[in-house]
């Protein structure tokens, strides 16, 4: 961590070389990760991650396949805890109010109502689109219909897709594109307001128009969330984020500002990544 | 094979496909394709063959005795003196069983496959799959005196008016006996939903029980319907736990403490006694078939309907 400079506030930490406090790269912490390991039961696959993620900034987890990008991006919504054997070590610090996401003591079910989620792979709930939209409004026990069509407009118009399904909201969310679902995921998880919005490859199944289309939305949505994206793909992570981690075989290689990490990377590593001679 | 083609290859000095290669891949193929048609032809022939014996022969019956008798008389006694043919009281012997039955099956096996696949652990699922396959494996028969002679007596300690023949207690085990079935099928439908989709719910916040109600159920709908439709027609078509534990006298009743005969009760009963070949009685039975053939037909049809309507793709 010797290129950020921490001036503590409270929770508020500055990142970046003499940022000053109107660029981008001076921004409060959201989540500090602090010396995060991970087990799939008996093998592990991070090692004492410790990197911090900035509010209203979007942060890009690159690195090869299977180096643990988006295990690392599993453990803040505790998606790990779903099957069997799995194991976390260290805190994942979620501020304002500073609960650890991967105490065991932590109902998973507190990250996971604050904490929004778009998979690799668009998977809309076989229901209408209007009730995709609504599922996390209505599962918080919203029930009012003036409150849920409000929301349900709002994310839509959010994730770019209001003007293409605003005449058939009751139409099955299957009979949608790939790249229409992905958007429609987007919405899903934008709907209940989420402190955080975590993407892990959310373009790897799309074509270029509708990568494009997601890439422009998340650099909107950057202006009210924390965003965390995995990202196989060096170009996006570049195009859109302003913080950048590199992980290989389960370990944080280098974090720092973007610009700075895909210019004038100080780990060897990262240089030879980023420049294509491995992963 | 292999060989004539390193042969084709050496000879011709190309990797280009021969005439005779292509010639003869064409033959195989054909050849198959003719014989998986046919594989297939044999089961609708047999489906046809079964409707074929079902209408002739009923129609023989029909000819001594009007559609319009068949269907709205309330008395079945074709081996009276005096025969009336009525085939209500069989009918309602049939749903009423059935429907005890199904209440039992199918509330039953939707709440356990859901456990099964959304909440029980490995060892769990693994102790409990076998044990529901074994209630598969026990003979009707058993299941009949099981219900005329442990599960109507103690019935009759909560319901002393119940009759020694009713249909209560044989639609109780009846229940039980295509529950697994219920569940197998159901529980398959459950986990063949991606995994994909069970994330996004939890992601959003939803518990597990929200996720199998509200995600997981809807998504295997079709198959969950396919689950109950086999149920039921297992339930319509089974004789032998009727047989023993309903009594054989046909009645026309909807109340599940008496006796009554079913439709399948009264085949069996014709069939083994000693009615003559080709009189009005034994044709009966032809008839009676055919009125369960298009009962289970037209329930098939309503989940064909149904599980179009709701198809969910993932």
């Known amino acids: 961590m010797t290129a950020m400079d921490k001036a503590r506030d409270g929770y508020t930490v500055t990142l970046g070389r003499a940022a000053d406090p109107g660029s981008e790269f001076a921004a409060r912490v959201k989540v500090e990760v602090e010396g995060l390991s991970f087990w799939y039961g008996g093998k592990q696959a991070l090692f004492d991650v410790t990197m911090p993620i900035a509010e209203r900034r979007v942060t890009a987890l690159i690195g090869p396949s299977g180096c643990g990008k988006s295990t690392f991006l599993r453990c803040f919504n505790r998606m790990h805890d779903l099957y069997p054997g799995n194991r976390y070590a260290g805190r994942i610090v979620l501020h304002p109010d500073g609960i650890d996401i991967v105490s065991p003591k ?14 690799q792979k668009p998977n809309p709930f076989p229901k209408s689109i209007y009730e995709n939209v609504a599922a996390g409004l209505r599962i918080r026990g919203i029930r009012d219909r003036a409150l849920l069509d409000e929301q349900v407009e709002k994310s839509l118009r959010r994730a770019a897709l209001w003007d293409e399904v605003k005449d058939r909201l009751d139409a099955s969310a299957y009979d949608l594109s790939g790249g229409q679902q992905q958007r429609l995921c987007i919405a899903r998880a934008l709907a209940p307001e989420p402190e955080i919005l975590l ?44 913080f950048t981690g590199f992980f290989h075989l389960g370990r944080l290689v280098e974090f720092g500002p973007t610009q700075q990490l895909f210019t004038r990377p100080r780990e060897t590593m990262t240089q030879d990544y980023i420049t294509g001679r491995f992963g | 094979m292999a060989v004539e083609v390193a042969e084709e290859i050496r000879a011709t000095g190309t990797l280009a496909p021969t005439a005779a290669f292509l010639a003869r891949r064409r033959w195989v193929d054909r050849t198959m394709r003719g014989l998986l048609a046919v594989a297939a032809s044999l089961s609708i022939f047999v489906t046809l063959g079964i409707v074929w014996v079902l209408v002739s022969e009923s129609l023989v019956f029909f000819r001594h005795v009007s559609l319009v008798e068949f269907l ?63 209630l598969a494996g026990v003979p009707t028969v058993v299941f009949g005196y099981f219900a005329l002679l442990v599960v109507t007596p103690t019935l009759r300690i909560f319901l002393p008016d119940i009759s020694g023949f009713n ?19 159901s529980e398959d439908a459950m986990r063949a939903v991606p995994n994909s989709l069970r994330e996004g719910a939890y992601a959003l916040g939803y518990t597990r029980l929200q996720t199998g109600l509200r995600v997981v159920v809807p998504a295997a709908f079709s198959g969950i319907t396919a689950a109950y439709l086999l149920g039921m027609a297992r339930a319509v078509g089974e004789t032998m736990v009727v047989a023993i534990a309903a009594g054989q006298n046909p009645k026309f ?34 008839a009676a078939g055919l009125v369960l053939f298009v009962f289970t037909l037209f329930f098939n049809l309503v989940g064909f309907i149904l599980r179009r309507r709701f198809r969910e793709v993932y």
Not at chain 1, 106 to 119: H, N
Not at chain 2, 77 to 103: D, E, H, K, M, Q
Not at chain 2, 175 to 182: D, F, K, Q, R, T
Not at chain 2, 259 to 275: E, P, R
Request: with cysteine; glycine share 6%; proline share 7%.
């Open chain 2, 167 to 185: 249909m209560l207690s044989p639609g109780l085990v009846m229940g039980v006996m295509i529950l697994p079935y219920v569940v197998s099928l």
């Open chain 1, 106 to 119: 932590t109902d998973p079910m507190i990250p996971r109502l604050r904490i929004g989620m778009v998979f």
């Open chain 1, 199 to 242: 993407l892990d490859e959310p373009t790897s199944a799309l074509d270029p128009i509708a990568t494009a289309h997601i890439e422009e939305l998340i650099d909107e949505l950057r202006a009210e969330y924390t965003i965390v994206i995995v990202t196989h793909n060096m170009q996006q992570a570049a195009r859109i984020s302003q």
């Open chain 2, 72 to 134: 709205t008389d309330t008395e079945w006694t074709p081996l009276f003196a005096n025969p009336r043919f009525g085939i209500l009281p069989l009918l309602a012997g049939t749903v009423t069983v059935s429907a005890i039955a199904l209440l039992v099956a199918i509330p039953c096996g939707t709440v356990l496959a859901i456990y099964l696949s959304e909440f029980a652990s490995y060892r769990a699922r693994e102790v409990i799959k076998p044990v529901l396959e074994l």
């Open chain 2, 253 to 286: 009743t909807f109340n599940p403490l008496e006796g009554a005969a079913t439709i399948t009760a009264y085949i069996v009963q014709v069939s083994l006694g000693d009615v003559p070949h080709g009189s009005i009685g034994y044709q009966s039975i032809f």
